[in-house]
């Protein structure tokens, strides 16, 4: 086979006929990561009642008078509280992790959590212990929050670039088909009745054990081995394997480039990952790591999950019989599975950009009918609590069409290999922080501000919606460089230092790749390796 004169024809066309191998990695990463964080929100939902008679029930076998009301529902706000406490936790660890270990291993040892989680609730009946429970929940966070971390990070750099958004965007669909899938389970036909609720809170072992015999057959990052390991042949190897048999020669070259440039900026050696606390000091980051703390917090302070809780009141004030509502509460779970599934489609087509403006912009809209529609509900206008209904279903949508997916997308796309670990720390850390803080919130929003409750959304949602629309770039099929330069553009400064750095980098990599290109056009060369070293 003669080595091409035009590498860019040949590798479009090795694309397009990739194997299966990037596609089961991806659901072979996302069944035990991302799907973990939607399934744990979502079972915890059924026996919450069962949880709480099972913690005055211990408490009364201990010491001999039971909770008040009150006091049950303040243990219970604990055991709520010990998930996103836990995941903040795992969004600190999963930085230091994904270097340490890399992407692929990180994902693996993060199952042991999880099991340990498993023993525990199966066991808390035996032991009555309602703290076995919150430990359970705490180290289950701790899971959550360092795979959806980690897994963006390694499909965003395990996917060509054609692909990238839309590879990324799998960890959101993962995520919404995790919170239905929970939905299905905890239904009482299922595993939502009273004597099985151990048996779905410890169902999430499940996908855990379906990753830890399946993850490992598949390749590593290919960016964290050429950058963080400074391996070039099990870059090669993976990439390999991603892409259908071949390593592409422009996705190798732009590899290269960040490598060499990260290399000239440290005297010759690779780039050491940096500290969230660097991100902090190094004043051009700043305008990016605004971004993705804003983005990230939005996507939790949007009040998305706290409809969730909302949608069975009314469900019941719209004459959903009581015992149908679980049925009906099924509903919002596919509606955000359904959008993230679109989203992914439209992803690579519409863009970042608009997918997440547009998506905060309609969830404004929905926040402001929605308010205007319990206003009137309570003042018993006819079919308001329908209107109500509509709202909720595309208030749901709309997240799961943008700020679903998008967001965790976002600090792979914008950060270089070195700062990526430390910018997901922070982003994860925002995230779970207003998960928590949401969740200790939303009952004192409901009682003090009732039928305007959602007016602090509409508020996060409109501010969010402006905020990025001023400061973020579309990053839709550019490299780092093209991102880079277009922040440093919106913010209104020219970055020469790093801009010398980018072209002297790219003058030596085509140099390199000179020698690289005939390697990739050779795939039946028996030493295929030895010639990108040269």
């Not at 069409?401 to 914008?414: K, Q």
Request: a neutral charge.
């Amino acid at each position: 086979m003669k080595p091409t004169d035009d590498p860019e024809p040949e590798e479009t066309r090795r694309s397009s006929g990739s194997s299966w191998t990037l596609a089961l990695t991806v659901i072979s990463a996302a069944i035990g990561g991302t799907f973990q964080y939607g399934y744990n929100i979502s079972i915890i939902n059924s026996p919450t009642s069962y949880i709480q008679v099972f913690i005055n029930d211990t408490y009364m076998q201990r010491w001999g008078s039971g909770l008040d009301s009150p006091q049950v529902t303040l243990v219970w706000t604990v055991v709520v509280s010990a998930f996103p406490l836990g995941g903040l936790c795992g969004a600190l660890l999963a930085g230091p992790m994904s270097v340490r270990f890399g992407r692929k291993k990180s994902l693996l040892y993060n199952n042991v959590s999880l099991f340990i989680a498993t023993v525990l609730v199966l066991t808390c009946r035996m032991a009555k212990s309602f703290e076995m429970i919150i430990l359970a929940r705490f180290l289950v966070g701790i899971n959550s929050g360092v795979s959806m971390n980690v897994q963006p990070m390694y499909f965003g750099e395990s996917a060509p670039k054609h692909l990238r958004g839309a590879v990324a965007f799998s960890s959101a669909v993962f995520t919404a088909f995790g919170i239905f899938l929970g939905q299905v389970v905890g239904l009482t036909e299922v595993l939502g009745a009273e004597p099985l609720w151990p048996y779905l809170l410890a169902s999430n072992a499940l996908p855990g054990l379906i990753q830890l015999v399946t993850l490992p057959w598949f390749p590593e990052s290919p960016r964290y081995l050429l950058i963080d390991k400074g391996d070039k042949n099990a870059c090669v190897k993976a990439l390999e394997r991603l892409r259908g048999g071949h390593a592409p020669v422009l996705e190798m070259e732009e590899m290269l480039q960040e490598q060499q440039m990260s290399a000239v900026l440290n005297s010759g050696s690779a780039a050491p990952a940096k500290t969230p606390w660097s991100l902090f000091k190094d004043p051009n980051l700043r305008s990016q790591l605004r971004t993705v703390m804003a983005a990230s917090s939005a996507m939790m302070l949007c009040g998305n999950d706290s409809i969730y809780f909302y949608a069975s009141y009314i469900f019941l004030g719209a004459g959903i019989p009581a015992e149908k509502v679980q049925y009906v509460t099924i509903g919002t779970g596919a509606s955000e599975f359904t959008a993230s599934i679109l989203s992914n489609i439209l992803i690579e087509r519409v863009g970042r950009r608009y997918l997440l403006i547009g998506g905060y912009s309609l969830m404004t809209c929905w926040s402001v009918v929605f308010t205007i529609a319990l206003i009137l509900q309570g003042r018993g206008v006819a079919g308001m609590p329908y209107l109500s209904m509509a709202c909720v279903f595309v208030y749901i949508l709309s997240f799961g069409l943008g700020p679903a997916g998008v967001t965790g997308i976002l600090p792979a796309e914008i950060f270089d290999q070195a700062a990526r670990p430390a910018a997901y720390m922070i982003a994860g850390s925002m995230m779970w922080m207003s998960l928590f803080l949401m969740g200790m919130l939303f009952p004192f929003i409901v009682n003090n501000l009732g039928s305007f409750c959602f007016l602090p959304f509409m508020v996060v949602c409109l501010v969010s919606a402006v905020f990025l629309g001023l400061t973020m770039p579309e990053t839709k099929g550019k490299t780092l460089a093209e991102i880079t330069a277009e922040f440093d553009g919106k913010n209104g400064k020219k970055n020469e230092e790093t801009e010398d750095v980018q072209d002297n980098g790219s003058l030596m990599n085509h140099i390199q790749l000179g020698k690289a290109c005939s390697f990739t056009s050779l795939p039946n060369d028996p030493e295929p390796e030895a010639k990108i070293e040269e």
